[in-house]
C-alpha cells in the first residue's frame, strides 16, 4: 500500500500548515509506514494517510511524485 506521510523537517519548531512537506512511502500497513519514517529521519510526522487507487493516480501525475525508500 501507499501512503502520503505529511511531515516537518525538524522536531524543534511548532509545526505550522505552511512548512509542512510530504512524502509517499510504500509499506504493509500504517504504524509500518511510521515506523521506517520516524527510524530513518529526524522528521516530526504529523499525519500518514493511505491512499486509494483514484488518490495514488492523482498523486502519480504530480511531477513531485517519488516513492521513498529507506
Do not use: G
Not at 522536531?11 to 509499506?27: C, F, G, M, V, W
Not at 501525475?61 to 517519488?66: A, D, E, L, R, Y
Amino acid at each position: 500500500m501507499i501512503f502520503k506521510v505529511y511531515y516537518q523537517a525538524n522536531k524543534i519548531q511548532n509545526p505550522k500548515r505552511e512548512t509542512t512537506q510530504s512524502l509517499y512511502i510504500d509499506a504493509v500497513d500504517q504504524p509500518a509506514a511510521r515506523f521506517a519514517v520516524e527510524s530513518n529521519t529526524e522528521y516530526n510526522v504529523e499525519l500518514i494517510e493511505q491512499l486509494s487507487e483514484k488518490a495514488l493516480a492523482y498523486e502519480q501525475q504530480s511531477p513531485n511524485f517519488k516513492l521513498t525508500e529507506f
